[in-house]
């Protein structure tokens, strides 16, 4: 139990850079206590003291503003960067080593009860291991969103993300793919951070290139052509349009 508590404290830790110390962990963050209060409130849900569960959760909710239904399922080390907002379906199920930012939602988009009546059904995400959610992403319905996946700040995610993805946007899109495992804080490579200088070079190198490529053929289609149709120039050259 209280090696369990340890891992947790250490990886938020790991994957808070603002973090500086367990005792820090323990009194200030409120992932930390959302958290230990799903492992209690998810063992009363168990056992089938779910009106307890309920209430106890929504006490948890009222201190962190982190709302997570007992009957989810969560992994090992699991973290929910500054929490606020953050809402965690029934049904969902979240592997280890999962990092959420603020605003996040786990939710369904289909009610629980089927046309014959059947109650119960999935209608919460999947988040395997090493998922990184940005804030305020919605994902919304029960799909999986597989290993080691990211999704950016604000992305509405209504179908499943394949391994290593990132996805953005409304509705969200693969814009990257083949992440690994380690952590990367705020979801964003290391070492991969974009420098302005470094894109705008970029940019105007594949600009001189397209027109070096454009004057090349217009060169080519004003080259003088032989009896037989061949080009007799040496050089292709540009008839200028005042001649
Ligand atoms: C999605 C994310 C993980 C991608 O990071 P990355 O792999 O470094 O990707 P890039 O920054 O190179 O962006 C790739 C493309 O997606 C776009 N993009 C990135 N994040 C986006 C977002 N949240 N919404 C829409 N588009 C986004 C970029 O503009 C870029 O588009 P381009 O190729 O047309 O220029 C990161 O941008 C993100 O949103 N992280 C969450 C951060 C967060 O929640 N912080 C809160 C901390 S409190």
């Known amino acids: 139990m209280f090696k369990l508590i340890r891992q947790e404290i250490d990886a938020m830790i790991a994957r808070d850079p603002a973090a500086r110390s367990r005792m820090e962990i323990a009194l200030c963050y409120p992932a930390f206590h959302a958290i230990m209060g799903y492992r209690g409130t998810h063992w009363l849900w168990q056992r089938g003291f779910r009106v307890t569960a309920r209430f106890v959760s929504q006490i948890f909710r009222w201190l962190t503003g982190i709302e997570i239904h007992p009957g989810a399922q969560i992994g090992k080390r699991f973290f929910?960067?500054?929490?606020?907002g953050v809402v965690i379906g029934e049904t969902a199920e979240i592997g280890d080593d999962v990092t959420l930012y603020q605003g996040v939602t786990l939710g369904g988009t289909s009610p629980s009860v089927n046309s014959d009546g059947q109650r119960g059904l999935k209608r919460h995400p999947t988040l395997e291991d090493g998922v990184i959610v940005g804030s305020g992403a919605q994902i919304l319905?029960?799909?999986t969103v597989r290993k080691n996946a990211r999704v950016g700040g604000n992305a509405v995610v209504l179908s499943e993300v394949p391994e290593g993805a990132t996805v953005v946007g409304i509705p969200a899109k693969v814009v990257r793919q083949e992440a690994d495992d380690r952590f990367c804080a705020y979801g964003t490579p290391i070492g991969d951070l974009p420098d302005p200088v470094a894109r705008a070079l970029e940019e105007?190198?594949?600009?001189?290139?397209?027109?070096?490529?454009?004057?090349?053929?217009?060169?080519?289609?004003?080259?003088?052509?032989?009896?037989?149709?061949?080009?007799?120039?040496?050089?292709?050259?540009i008839v200028a349009s005042s001649e």
């Not at 001189?208 to 454009?214: A, E, F, G, M, N």
Request: a negative charge.
């Open 80 to 84: 929910i960067d500054h929490g606020m």
């Open 204 to 237: 105007l190198g594949r600009e001189v290139k397209d027109l070096r490529d454009h004057v090349v053929k217009l060169e080519a289609d004003n080259a003088p052509v032989g009896a037989a149709g061949d080009v007799v120039a040496d050089k292709p050259r």
């Open 141 to 143: 319905g029960p799909f």
